[in-house]
C-alpha cells in the first residue's frame, strides 16, 4: 500500500476566523485525491459564495426535511444556523477512494470520528481573542452584533479542544499547513504500518 495514496478522513474545526479555510486551501494544494465537503446550511450567502461551491444554501425547513430523511451524517446549530455534512457526498466520494477533508464545528467533528473512526480531527486555535476579533473585523462579512456572538462561541469551541486528537495554535499560516501536511504523513505512516503488521501476521495462520 503506498503511502501516497492512503486516503483520509480530517476534521480541521476551531473559532469562525481562525484561518480553517485557509489553512485548508493549502494543504490541498499538496493532495493529489482530495476533496472538501460542501455543507448544506440555512445561513444566507454572504460576499461571492456560490451554490454548491461554498456551501448548499437551504432554507431551515429543507434543512429539517434533510435530517428527516437521514440524508445529513452530521449537524449542529451555529448563531442561529443549521449547518450539516450531506451524507451522500461523503459516502461516495469515500468509495471513490478519496481524501476528505471537513471543515466544520467541534460537535460535527466528534460526529464524523463517531461515524468514521479513522477520522483525524484537527483543532486549530487563535494566538488570542484580540487576534480573532481583528481577524473577523478585517475580513468584514459580519454585522458588529454577529462577531460578539462568533466571539462567545470561540470561547465555549476552544473549552473543547482537548477532546480532538491535534491541537494547532495559527499564528503563521506556513507554520500551521506544515504542521497539518505532518500529521497527515504520521497518520498515513501509522495506518499504513498497521495494515501492513495485520497482513504479515495473516500471513502466518
Ligand atoms: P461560516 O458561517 O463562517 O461559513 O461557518 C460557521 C461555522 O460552521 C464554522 O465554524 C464552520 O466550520 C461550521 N460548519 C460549516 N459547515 C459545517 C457542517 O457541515 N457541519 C458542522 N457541524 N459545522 C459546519
Redesign the pocket.
Known sequence: MALEKKPVVVCI?GP?GVG?GTVLKEVLSQEDRAWVSI?A?S?PPRGQEEHGVDYYFVSKDEFQQMIAADQIL???E?CGNY???PRAQIEARLDAGYSIFM???V??ALAVKKALPQAITIFLAPPNLQELRSRLEFRDTESPEKITSRLAQAKQEISQAPQFDYFLINECLEETTAAVEQILYVERLRACRRALAIQAILEKF
Request: proline share 0%; glycine share 12%; aromatic share 16%.
Open positions: 474545526s469562525s480553517k455543507s446550511t445561513r452530521e449537524y449542529d451555529f449547518y450539516g455534512t471543515d466544520i464545528t460537535k460535527g
